[in-house]
């Protein structure tokens, strides 16, 4: 059974930081492209970070860029995101999810597996 599970969501103030983990079993982890997805009340899901299985390569929503950092231990079935300056429009339920192909990174139809989710709300 393939498993994916969010954790390390919460509610934080303006400025400060979370770092959200996945910890995914019940497929080769090593070999998947993954990425973070998220949604806010009343929009579509969006595309925020991706990375190759060997980490090398990653690509991020404008938004997010020199604030958002994606990485993975592929020893540990591990996938993170670390959220610095949080601001009040980073608020969304946020989502792990896994594709094999490593199809455009922002399609959310091109993700063969997805976690349940955590939620990140950033409020004074």
């Known amino acids: 059974e393939v498993q994916l599970v969010e954790s390390g969501g919460g509610l934080v103030q303006p400025g400060g930081s979370l770092r959200l983990s996945c910890v995914v079993s019940?497929?080769?982890?090593?070999?998947?492209?993954m990425a973070w997805f998220r949604q806010a009340p009343g929009k579509e899901r969006e595309g925020v970070a991706s990375?190759?299985?060997?980490?090398?390569?990653?690509h991020y929503h404008d938004s997010v860029k020199g604030r958002f950092t994606i990485s993975r231990d592929n020893a540990k079935n591990t996938l993170s995101l670390q959220m610095d300056s949080l601001k009040p429009e980073d608020t969304a339920m946020y989502y792990c999810?896994?594709?094999?192909?490593?199809?455009?990174?922002?399609?959310?139809?091109?993700?063969?597996?997805w976690g349940q989710g955590t939620q990140v709300t950033v409020s004074s």
């Open positions: 999810a896994g594709q094999t192909y490593g199809r455009t990174w922002r399609v959310e139809s091109n993700y063969d597996y």
């Open positions: 990375i190759s299985p060997d980490g090398d390569t990653t």
């Open positions: 019940g497929f080769t982890f090593g070999r998947k492209y």
